[in-house]
């Protein structure tokens, strides 16, 4: 809409000053250079949906094997890569780019800025995602891909035990990948502190934002222990160290401790997003804001401290005191409280509001349906005694994909629904997204409803095969058809989307009716978001008037900011004015610089030391060069000087 | 293929199963209702299932799903009926009031749930104690070593191993020490009592009730490589007699050979290449590499429930296990076709 009429409080000087200083160049350079959140946030999806579709066919490879007992469709080394490749990318290469994905879309629009905080780290960010991520698929067709289960425990990850290059493509590949993730969260943190719209106090900040950044705490704070413990299995491995080598005074337990003080948190890190989705998707939908927005913020918060305190109950069955399981389990039933909380928020939204029943509400319905289930699962879990039953088994199977594909996919496919017209200023087709729901829900169901009966008749997980005896053939059969069912759904998301982008009719800046502010601009969004950076009176900017005023007749130059690359810096709790901070333009300087970590950790991998040493420097010197301190003209992200 | 691995078969047969099966403290009418449902699925065969325990602990545990099963069952009901409600009677398309209903979120989503959650912790501790009491010093005691990919038994005071099985006398708690040779491990007997891991250079410790005779299928439970999926075993739990004179055969040299036939297949094991691995008692053949041979034709498995123990799994296993179990640490045998029968018939013979 902008790009044909000017947009009231503007003049059309100021427009073409914005664009000018804001428009990338269409050219291939102009491609790799990037710092455009909306493109690095598009290329998120993108990359993350095409990790998504590689683990999700490695599922329905083992469905295929375990569809019967005894199937010889996969040898075991086959499946045992299988099932840790599909662990692995749906968790690290899947989940949390994917929702990375929508927070760097969403979150400068939503809070009424023009950029994330520091847009060249973002694209590095993009940059190692991508490498990290086809570092660990190459390796695959090699025969070489880990093979040691997601949570890759001692002593079976050892070089004594498993020899080659799997485990080393592990420790490393998830080594590559945690720089992105760390920088991205660092990102989503400055950028929801200094960069929010004038007037947007913390009690105004979308829920979605809240749940972005208590991620990005989490991220933080866990993401150390996983590094560490990849750190000294890589040393373990290649340089004979013996942390983890019970025959020279290391300890296997060690491994699990560190790896779920990342794990447990990690499992809020890839669902609190989801959350977050589900509270921006509601209040259209239901034609009213979120109830109980400080009890939402405050279970968010909450979740994120409790969340470190819980990871022993991953450890029941391995013979730790007794007292310490007694607290743990106690932690890890109260956890479940913040979420009950948040559940019942926004069932007594769309008990007060009224429904507006689209593809991005039936998902939401799925979302709470799943979630639910999942969660009392989880609960079952919390309790000791119960937990050494089934823990390992197709129920825990069972429990965390209704945890994961309700509390995270669900709401990311509501969100992509949701979002489309938005980021690709395109409507999607109904119709087709309504079949997609009900394949994908009811695939979901049938799929892994069933785990949760061979689980807890004694089937284990992690199995090649199942001998026919224990009777367990005919559920596995049921879980096999139901995965097929559910891929045919996801195939028609991806119709459904591709048919947008190709067919779908035009969209209007606001096709929803909704609140936050990134429906406040085009469809899709100019370079700089916003010819005028709100200032925001209410939690829901786009359903009030003086919020819509302040870009239309109330515009003030000190919110247009034609005059360079620039966004508003504000106040981390009131939001108020501090000054206006320039931002930097496109660079290749974070390309060269993954691309360099790339060959630094491929020639790791391959023990070739030398050629890692110069990737090595190479790597600081293209920091150095990135830091070097430039001219006022050239001055970069917000807390550059 | 099938392997007597079910409470229904197996030297116990005697009549404990109809009493067993009847003696079931609750039925499953939701899982009997599915089950009808899912025809496909059938519920064919007799799973090892934690719903139908015959041990102590297992019991427990039974018990405890079925309070959680009731209280998860009335909390979906809840959500789902509220879920309902929304999306029958509050369709429309108009902006509404922002009510803030903050008393009833807190009371239906924080309140309810602590007082709940609170009550079930407590049960939840309650079964934890139950299931850590340590059995009496006197208690018998089984030693399980963990290898990749089966499970040797020892028992404190007899001489001899087996493998892949466990006997234990019914109705006493016996005590089960824990140990592996390789990796992570975990014993699971889901009918007699939830998982203990084995752990890399440590001793864990858990035990065993049956409160009725029967042969129980436990399965490792820790992804411990490649043949994760077959690391089965079976516990024999029988009368205390029954128990003591196995107990007695195990301490005793293996069975001499009586025929011909299981003469030479004696010389091929003990002069051939399986006696650099495998052990029988009595005999020279004292290899501590594969599991203790001496009882092997009494077995319900081979390879760790990978096929059943018959004279043609047999033979195909010591050709070339690889084919059956591959990646185990057996490799292919230079047994010549003339030698492979006798050592079957040999083999089979060791009860």
């Known amino acids: 809409m902008a790009t044909t009429s000017t947009p009231p409080g503007v003049s059309r000087v100021d427009l073409a000053r914005l664009t000018e200083h804001w428009a990338e160049s269409p050219s291939l350079r102009g491609w790799f250079s990037t710092v455009d959140h909306k493109r690095i946030g598009r290329r998120y999806l993108v990359t993350a949906g095409v990790f998504f579709v590689l683990a999700g066919l490695s599922a329905l490879a083992m469905r295929t094997q375990l569809a019967r007992p005894e199937a010889g469709l996969l040898s075991p080394e086959e499946y045992n890569q299988l099932f840790t490749m599909h662990g692995t990318a749906m968790i690290f290469l899947f989940a949390t780019p994917m929702l990375f994905g929508f927070g760097n879309y969403l979150v400068p629009l939503m809070i009424g800025a023009r950029d994330m905080a520091f847009p060249r780290l973002n694209a590095f960010g993009y940059w190692v995602f991508l490498f990290a991520g086809l570092f660990m698929w190459a390796s695959l067709p090699f025969g070489a891909a880990p093979n040691n289960g997601w949570f890759a425990y001692a002593p079976l990850s050892s070089e004594q035990h498993n020899p080659g290059l799997h485990m080393d493509v592990y420790a490393l590949g998830l080594l590559f990948l945690g720089i992105s993730t760390t ?67 290391g300890n296997v337990l060690l491994w699990q401790h560190l790896f779920w003080i990342f794990g447990h948190p990690d499992v809020y890190i890839i669902v609190m997003p989801g ?44 013979g730790l005191p007794q007292l310490s399981y007694s607290f743990f389990s106690a932690a890890s039933t109260i956890i479940t409280i913040p979420s009950g909380l948040q559940i019942f928020a926004w069932l007594a939204t769309m008990l007060l509001g009224r429904l507006v029943i689209r593809v991005p509400l039936l998902f939401v319905v799925g979302f709470i349906v799943t979630f639910v289930l999942g969660g009392v699962t989880g609960t079952m879990f919390a309790l000791t005694a119960f937990d050494q039953q089934v823990t390992d088994t197709y129920f825990v199977v069972a429990h965390f994909h209704y945890v994961l594909i309700g509390g995270a996919v669900f709401p990311m496919l509501a969100g992509i629904y949701y979002w489309l017209p938005k980021i690709t200023g395109r409507m999607y087709h109904e119709g087709l997204g309504r079949w997609a729901f009900w394949l994908v829900f009811a695939g979901m169901h049938v799929t892994f409803f069933p785990m949760h009966l061979y689980g807890l008749f004694g089937m284990p997980r992690r199995v090649y095969t199942y001998a026919s005896e224990p009777g367990w053939g005919g559920w596995n059969l049921v879980s096999t ?27 209007p800046p606001d096709p929803w009716g909704a609140d936050t502010l990134e429906w406040a601009t085009t469809s899709p969004p100019e370079p700089y978001n916003f010819p005028v950076l709100p200032r925001v009176h209410s939690l829901h900017p786009v359903w009030d008037e003086r919020t819509a005023e302040s870009t239309g007749e109330g515009a003030t130059a000190d919110r247009i900011l034609s005059e360079g690359r620039v966004t508003l810096l504000t106040s981390e709790l009131d939001a108020r004015v501090e000054r206006p901070v320039p931002m930097p333009e496109s660079t290749l300087k974070p390309l060269v610089l993954a691309a360099a970590l790339l060959v630094l950790f491929a020639a790791l991998l391959v023990a070739w030391y030398p050629v890692a040493a110069v990737a090595a420097v190479v790597v600081a010197a293209t920091i150095a060069v990135w830091l070097w301190p430039a001219g006022p003209s050239r001055t970069s992200g917000v807390a550059t000087p | 293929m099938s392997l007597s691995v079910d409470t229904t078969a197996g030297m116990t047969r005697s009549a404990a199963r109809p009493a067993g099966r009847r003696r079931q403290p609750r039925p499953l009418p939701v899982l009997t209702a599915l089950c009808g449902l899912a025809l496909l699925a059938g519920c064919g065969g007799d799973p090892p299932s934690a719903l139908n325990p015959a041990g102590t602990g297992a019991a427990r545990v039974a018990n405890l799903w079925w309070l959680l099963f009731w209280i998860s069952l009335a909390v979906v009901a809840e959500v789902m009926a509220l879920l309902i409600w929304a999306l029958v009677f509050r369709r429309g398309n108009v902006r509404v009031r922002h009510g803030q209903p903050i008393r009833f979120v807190a009371i239906a989503g924080a309140g309810l749930p602590f007082v709940i959650l609170v009550a079930v912790y407590g049960v939840g501790l309650r079964d934890l104690a139950a299931l850590a009491v340590d059995p009496d010093p006197d208690a018998p005691t089984v030693e399980v070593t963990g290898h990749k990919w089966w499970w040797e038994v020892r028992y404190p005071g007899a001489s001899g191993a087996t493998a892949n099985e466990i006997h234990i006398p019914v109705g006493e708690r016996v005590k089960v020490r824990l140990r592996t040779d390789d990796v992570l491990h975990s014993f699971w007997v889901p009918q007699l009592m939830p998982k203990t891991d084995l752990i890399a250079g440590e001793t864990r410790e858990t035990w065993l009730r049956a409160e009725r005779a029967g042969r129980y299928r436990g399965q490792c439970a820790e992804y411990c490589g490649t043949q994760h999926a077959h690391m089965a075993f079976l516990v024999v739990a029988e009368p205390r007699t029954d128990f003591d004179a196995w107990l007695t055969r195990l301490n005793a040299p293996a069975r001499q050979p009586r025929t011909e036939a299981e003469r030479r297949g004696q010389q ?75 050592l079957i018939t040999y083999l089979r013979s060791l009860d």
Do not use: E
Not at chain 1, 208 to 227: D, H, Q, R, S
Not at chain 1, 288 to 309: D, K, N
Not at chain 1, 481 to 507: E, F
């Open chain 1, 183 to 249: 920088a991205a969260s660092i990102n989503f943190i400055v950028t929801a502190l200094k960069l929010r719209a004038p007037g947007m106090s913390l009690n105004r900040v979308p829920l979605f934002v809240w749940a972005i950044v208590a991620t990005a705490f989490m991220v933080i704070f866990a993401l150390p222990a996983l590094n560490l413990d990849n750190a000294m299995l890589f040393l373990d491995r290649r340089f004979d160290t013996h942390f983890f080598d019970p025959s020279a005074g």
């Open chain 1, 481 to 507: 058809i139901g995965s097929y069912v559910l891929a045919l759904g996801l195939l028609l998301v991806l119709v459904g989307v591709v048919h947008a982008v190709r067919r779908g009719r035009p969209a």
């Open chain 2, 268 to 342: 091929a094991f003990v002069q051939g290449t399986c006696a650099a691995c495998h052990a029988v008692r009595g005999t020279g053949a004292q290899g501590q590499v594969g599991p203790d041979l001496s009882n092997v034709g009494s077995r319900w498995s081979l390879g760790a429930g990978a096929v059943p123990n018959d004279a043609g799994h047999l033979g195909g296993w010591i050709v070339n296990s690889q084919t059956v179990k591959p990646g185990n640490a057996m490799p292919p045998q230079p047994v010549s076709a003339a030698a492979l029968p006798d």
């Open chain 1, 275 to 318: 959350l977050g989705i589900v509270s921006a998707v509601l209040p259209a939908f239901t034609r009213r804001g979120v109830v109980g927005y400080p009890l939402i913020v405050l279970s968010i918060v909450a979740i994120a401290i409790i969340s470190f305190g819980v990871w022993v109950h991953h450890m029941f069955a391995t």
